[in-house]
């Protein structure tokens, strides 16, 4: 996240604007991956931050990948997100309205990896036995993929 700490540098927590990408990554299950990330100790899914020149489909999987140490060999466009839902506030005080652009994944290969920074845990979940504990900004975005019968 190179851009952002820089762009924190400049304006500090305020509340701005930031475009990124996310990743539901479905096993042979039908199993969804999550990872407890270590800034809120919550689950959420792999994704991240747009950096300057990146498609959204790179970010995907440069998050999948440094997140999970999965390699994304096919991403399908499931949908783009944004509003009022998408505010966060993070721990450490910086604010942020999320654009969103969540891709499915069923073609994947590698071992599943913890990076140490950002992720605690991973962990594949059916759809009955999601965690209670959903990061806020993630809880919208895996409610419609469960609501489409995923």
């Known amino acids: 996240m190179g851009y952002m700490k820089e762009l924190r540098r400049l304006i500090g927590t305020r509340p701005i604007i930031m475009a990124g990408a996310c990743v539901l990554l479905v096993d042979d299950k039908n199993r969804l991956l999550l990872q ?8 959420g899914l ?6 300057p020149g990146e498609s959204l489909p790179e970010v995907a999987k440069r998050e999948l990948f440094e997140e999970t140490g999965l390699i994304a060999n096919a991403l399908t466009l499931f949908d783009v997100f944004s509003g009022h839902a998408f505010y966060y506030k993070y721990p450490h ?7 969103v652009t969540a891709y499915q994944c069923h073609d ?12 605690m845990e991973l962990r594949f979940f059916d759809a009955k036995e999601m965690p209670a504990d959903i990061s806020p900004p993630d809880l919208p975005i895996i409610e419609q993929y469960l609501l489409k019968g995923h």
């Open 36 to 43: 407890r990330r270590t800034d809120n100790r919550l689950w």
């Open 46 to 51: 792999p994704g991240g931050a747009l950096e």
């Open 93 to 99: 005080g910086d604010e942020v309205y999320n654009v």
């Open 108 to 119: 994947y290969s590698g071992s599943l990896e913890m990076d140490g920074e950002e992720t």
